[in-house]
Every structure is written in C-alpha cells, then in structure tokens.
C-alpha cells in the first residue's frame, strides 16, 4: 500500500505564492509502480478537479486555469512531487490533494491540505 502526505498548505493574500508538497511512503514494491503523480482541488459543493499531473517520464499536464501560475515537478528518487503556487487568487482557495496512480492503473490520494488565498 501507499501513503500520501502533503505539506504546505496555508493562507496567503493574493498575487503570493505557496509550495505544497506530497511524499509517497510505504510498500516499496508499490511505491515503485507509480507511474502519474498529481495534485486535485475541491470547494464545498463542487467536483474535486485536476489542478496538475506528472508522469514517472515528467510528462506534464496542467488545468487551463493554472497554466502559467502553477508548476509541478517530481523526484522519483525522493518519491516526492511539489506543486509551486505563484500568482495565487482568492479562487484558488481551495483543499488540494495529492493523488498517485500505478502502472497497474492502482489510485491513492491523500489526506488534503487547505490552501486559502486572501483578496
């Protein structure tokens, strides 16, 4: 099994920045079998939605929202994936999770962290 712990969130006034981090732990023989690491958000009453993905390549996606803000890098070797924040608007606010997916498609998703941003 896989554990996701992220890290980072906050309060920030907008036009700031924020750096979250998710660090995977556990079975190494499925920790080693992570293919995509991503980051998700969710506000009450709303669907949690794609914020950013990374492959075991760093092959990257963003949501339309976030291009040019957010970036997300990865070390596989510190099964770590990091999502920098710049440019934060207050519709950013939101909880962020840290999500993995297994070559054998196996999905994990952490606890969340809370991300608010003051306008």
């Known amino acids: 099994q896989v554990q996701l712990v992220e890290s980072g969130g906050g309060l920030v006034q907008a036009g700031g920045s924020l750096r979250l981090s998710c660090t995977a732990s556990?079975?190494?023989?499925?920790?080693?079998?992570?293919?995509?690491m991503g980051w998700y958000r969710q506000t009450p009453g709303k669907q949690r939605e794609l914020v950013a993905t990374?492959?075991?390549?760093?092959?990257?996606n963003y949501a339309d929202f976030v291009k040019g803000r957010f970036t997300i890098s990865r070390d596989n070797a510190k099964n770590t994936v990091w999502l920098q924040m710049n440019s934060l608007k207050p519709e950013d606010t939101a909880v962020y999770y840290c999500?993995?997916?297994?070559?054998?498609?196996?999905?994990?998703w952490g606890q969340g962290t809370q991300v608010t941003v003051s306008s």
């Open positions: 999500n993995s997916v297994t070559f054998s498609r196996r999905e994990y």
């Open positions: 556990g079975s190494m023989s499925y920790i080693t079998r992570i293919n995509v």
């Open positions: 990374i492959t075991s390549a760093t092959s990257t």
